[in-house]
């Protein structure tokens, strides 16, 4: 089974302020084949990135995935209030496809 | 609108039966897989398995295999999710999802079932 280990745990950031959300599998992921969601209090996950890269129908261009192999990047460039939320990163080259266990994007 | 709705909130005693419900609309519920995804308190995500619709074909993470049971009426549109003997550690809110075709990642969520088991 693949781990995936997230960092931080916690960020606290401003709005207009660049986040850098990381994820680091405990081995390669195949095809890069990795998903980020978005996930805000008392709602379902939202997808926001998969393939690694690819940003999903309706998700602004501020959101950016990048990365391969075993480390993976979500950046959101310039922070809107409606961006703090848990950010939690998946895997789904191999079963079973695991997520990491979040990224708490809180404002400053 | 693609729209994943779930049935409400359980209250259960340790030992009892539960059957969750997640019903499609705004596409075609036989051509997409739909999973359940697994939330306890305070903790991330986690996979439990999956079912498309059409024939009825299952998958489970080794995880969940033997402990739940994934099933659908494709006659209505709706998936389940069930167990036959609630633990107090099934305390979770449960997400259905819709699995992208070919892929096994998630672009439709319902709106979580919360379970609370307690004796």
């Known amino acids: 089974e693949i781990v995936l280990t997230q960092s931080p745990g916690t960020l606290s950031l401003s709005p207009g302020e660049r986040a850098t959300l990381s994820c680091r599998a405990s081995?390669?992921?195949?095809?890069?084949?990795l998903a980020w969601y978005q996930q805000k209090p008392g709602q379902g996950p939202r997808l926001v990135i998969y393939g690694a890269s690819s940003r999903a129908s309706g998700i602004p261009d501020r959101f950016s995935g990048s990365g391969s192999g075993t480390d993976f990047t979500l950046a959101i460039s310039r922070l809107e209030p409606e961006d703090f939320a848990v950010y939690y990163c998946q895997q789904y080259g191999s079963s079973p496809y695991t997520f990491g266990q979040g990224t708490k994007l809180e404002i400053k | 609108e693609v729209q994943l709705v779930q049935s409400g909130a359980e209250v259960k005693k340790p030992g009892e039966s539960l059957k969750l419900s997640c019903k499609g609309s705004g596409y075609s519920f036989i051509s997409y897989w739909i999973g359940w995804v697994r939330q306890m308190p305070g903790k991330g995500l986690e996979w439990m398995g999956i079912i498309y619709p059409a024939d009825s074909d299952t998958r489970y993470s080794p995880s969940f295999q033997g402990q739940v049971t994934i099933s659908a009426d494709k006659s209505i549109s709706t998936a389940y999710l069930q167990w036959s003997s609630l633990k107090a550690s099934d305390t979770a809110m449960y997400y259905c999802?819709?699995?992208?075709?070919?892929?096994?990642?998630?672009?439709?969520w319902g709106q979580g079932t919360l379970v609370t088991v307690s004796s």
């Open positions: 081995q390669s992921v195949r095809g890069a084949f």
């Open positions: 999802v819709r699995r992208v075709t070919g892929y096994y990642y998630f672009d439709y």
